[in-house]
């Protein structure tokens, strides 16, 4: 079936008209002459095919057949309002889905809050949590599983972008009871022969990188692998180990009771990125929620990185 001939200018003329029953007080309100408003009526009666006003020198009336069709109008006009409605939510990244992965702790302590937060600007904006492995962010970004992605810097390739957004200390987690719970800030040969558990090759890697330069014998090496930070936390809360991690999983580790030192000369920082593709276009609502991000990490992170 073709599409009807007549256009929205001519349909609003038609509603306003039959709201006013006067084309004087149509065009008044259109911003229109009475003439202007009538000639889109008649050219919509022409397009449909029978009179919608019944006419006289004084007054306008609305035809049984306008009666009829005048619910049908409006009821297109309602749609093409909600219709640019969405377009301008979507222009404005005021609505939109929005995917993003993240590491867990990332993912669990802190992504919640800034989407909390975000809401509160944008609530018709919905952001969707991947929690996912580092080794995964940038192929995620890259392949459009996600839109977004935030975690440790790390090679992203060139289908991806990568823009730091914060940076925490690497920190010591331990007992309350163990013996460097009592020494207020450590330095790195502290950890000399001190049972060490690492969370993930992300983790490990880095602590090897921290004392790439030293002898072998005064490397510091973990005693365990464990895949997730929480059990890593889990075992240093027993007293059996001793783990270290940037700061920001703090929210995690001081509920399991644990106490954090700070480690010196040198302090070890984690740079956090914000992961996005470089060859294909985000939606509104993904490059809005990015904006946020850059400008979160920038006066909200307090919280996070321990300075």
Sequence with gaps: MPLPRYTLRQLDAFITAADTLSFTDAGNRLGLTPSAVSQLVGELEAAVGFKLFDRSTRKVA????????????EMVLRHVQLAETAASDLRNRSAG??????????????????????KQTYPKVMVRIRDAAVERLADMVASGEVDLAIGPDRSSGDDVKRTGLFESPWVLWCSAEHPLARK?????????????VAA????????????????????????DVVDNISTALGIAAEGLAVTLSPAYVGAWA??????????????????V?????????????AEGFAAYLANWSEYGIGAYVIR
């Design 62 to 73: 609305l035809s049984s057949a306008g009666k009829e069709f005048l619910a049908s109008v």
């Design 97 to 118: 889905l929005v995917r993003v992965a993240a590491p867990m702790v990332i993912a669990s302590v802190i992504l919640p809050k800034i989407i909390k937060a975000y």
């Design 184 to 196: 207020r800030v450590l330095h790195w040969n502290d950890l000399r022969n001190q049972a060490l």
């Design 254 to 271: 001081k509920r399991m009771g644990l106490s954090m030192r700070r480690i010196i000369e040198p302090e070890v920082m984690r740079q």
């Design 200 to 223: 993930g090759r992300d983790h490990e890697r880095s602590i090897e990188h921290m004392h790439v330069s030293l002898p072998d014998d005064e490397r510091i090496a973990p005693i």
């Design 273 to 285: 990125c914000l992961y996005q593709p470089t060859r294909r276009v985000n939606s509104p609502a």
